[in-house]
């Protein structure tokens, strides 16, 4: 098994057999923007998708938490139709639509800035993360009527090989937690996440990465740590 590979597994375990009498959970939900990066990825544009998953409180140390997270996150970019480095026969077709679906688990450090009891405290997160692809599909965004959707297979050409089907990235962000007393709290998360392994994989993988930008809504419950949430 990869190494990026058994430190997800990892995680998920934790994830799995954390406590339940000392834990909380989380669940949030929000939209991405979305594309793809690097030296040879000038030319996508923007699209954008979806994220939805839970969070849980795996440790806590003063205003420091480490945050286990699972999310099924919608990734993916656009070919700008007018530009006709990749892919000529879909360009002619008005361009394409990449969308590639992960199952994706953070594993996150939150500061806490708030004091304790504070009905609204901000905080700052930042970890890796690792993703396994779950679906890929690919769209003609405009141009001749008719058109049929290219398969995933056709993209070797841009990627330089298959496309891999996990991902190693970085996330760092932070945002504000709302207390209800009593009833959990809710909070506002914003987040980017950058990709750290090519979207192709082996040695001539073209050097093209996710990218994201996200924002999410989330509502926490407490589970018998008073004072602690998992808004992150």
Known sequence: ???LARVGAVTLLALS??????????????????????????NYESTPGLDLGAS????????????????????????DPADPAALQELAEAGGYEIGLDY????LLARLDLG????RIRPYLVGG?????????????????AGS?????????EDFGSTIRSYEA??????????????????????RYTRGLSKIGEGEDALNIRNQSFSVMLGYFFGMGMAGMSPGG
């Open 17 to 42: 057999f954390a406590p339940p009498s000392s834990a909380q959970v989380g669940i949030k939900g929000g939209v991405n923007l979305t594309r793809f990066v690097g030296s040879d990825a000038d």
């Open 115 to 118: 004091g304790p009891g504070s």
């Open 169 to 190: 990235g970085a996330v760092v962000g932070g945002g504000l937690e709302f207390s209800l007393a009593g009833l959990g709290g809710v909070s506002l998360d914003a």
């Open 103 to 106: 199952v994706e688990i953070p």
């Open 148 to 156: 049929a959707a290219p398969e995933c297979d056709d993209l070797t």
């Open 56 to 79: 849980l409180s795996l440790a806590s140390l003063g205003p420091i938490q480490v945050l286990g997270e699972v999310y099924y996150r919608q990734k993916g970019a656009e070919l």
């Open 128 to 144: 890796p993360a690792f993703g396994w692809r779950l679906n890929c599909g690919v769209s003609i965004s405009g141009g001749r």
């Open 1 to 3: 098994m990869n190494t």
